[in-house]
């Protein structure tokens, strides 16, 4: 069974960056699309950005993070990576890495980095 372990939340000012790293192991993970999900207090998980993880480097963002936030991996690291600048207070959320297949229908979870944005 695929496992994700997210790392790199805290606590950040408004117009920082974080870089979001998200390790895969175990079971059969090249058939996945890597996702980035988010769930604010009070709301319901969202997505937020994925990427293919073999044949390519296909990203696919929510509208909202399209100017800032960017997808990356790297395969021989087996590590998806979300890059997050000129954060806001709205963009404080439980970030969650998931496996989907495909991209929108995610599998499996990893068990989530908090992110907060506050002065």
């Known amino acids: 069974q695929v496992q994700l372990v997210e790392s790199g939340g805290g606590l950040v000012q408004p117009g920082g960056s974080l870089r979001l790293s998200c390790v895969i192991s175990g079971g059969t993970f090249s058939a996945y699309d890597m996702g980035w999900y988010r769930q604010a207090p009070g709301s319901g998980r969202e997505f937020v950005a994925a990427i293919n993880w073999s044949g390519g480097s296909t990203t696919y963002y929510a509208d909202s993070a399209k100017d800032r936030i960017t997808s990356s991996k790297d395969n021989a690291k087996n590590t998806v990576y979300l890059h997050m600048n000129n954060l806001k207070p709205e963009d404080t959320a439980i970030y969650y890495c998931?496996?989907?297949?495909?991209?929108?229908?995610?599998?499996?979870w990893g068990q989530g980095t908090q992110v907060t944005v506050s002065s």
């Open positions: 998931s496996a989907d297949a495909p991209v929108g229908r995610p599998d499996c």
